[in-house]
């Protein structure tokens, strides 16, 4: 059984930094591709943010590229997210998943909770 669990949420201004964490446990998460999704509070749609295999291969949604870096610690079982000039159509619950293959073309198996960003202009 996987399990994530995110954190390093905030509120925070426009143009300011956040870096996100997710711990994952679970006997394969190492060999799992693992990514991260936006989702708005009340509403069922997760989108998609960017995703990194098992060979640190990295993939991101058009409107965070070049602002946001998704990295990951196999040691410790991290996934991070780290999002810089950060504009108010960031908000929304970051949520973590991870899924049964090391590509990333197969879609998520296992979900977190979230983390709750909100940015103010």
């Known amino acids: 059984q996987v399990q994530l669990v995110e954190s390093g949420g905030g509120s925070v201004q426009a143009g300011r930094s956040l870096r996100l964490s997710c711990v994952a446990s679970?006997?394969?998460?190492?060999?799992?591709?693992m990514g991260w999704y936006r989702q708005i509070p009340g509403e069922k749609e997760r989108k998609w943010v960017g995703?990194?295999?098992?060979?640190?291969?990295?993939r991101y949604t058009r409107s965070v590229r070049g602002r946001f870096t998704i990295s990951r610690d196999d040691e410790q079982n991290i996934l991070y997210l780290e999002m810089n000039n950060l504009i108010p159509e960031d908000s929304g619950l970051y949520v973590c998943?991870?899924?049964?293959?090391?590509?990333?073309?197969?879609?998520?198996?296992?979900w977190g909770k979230g983390t709750l960003v909100t940015i103010s202009s």
């Open positions: 995703d990194i295999d098992v060979s640190g291969g990295t």
């Open positions: 998943a991870a899924g049964r293959f090391g590509a990333c073309d197969y879609g998520m198996d296992y």
């Open positions: 679970g006997p394969s998460v190492r060999r799992s591709c």
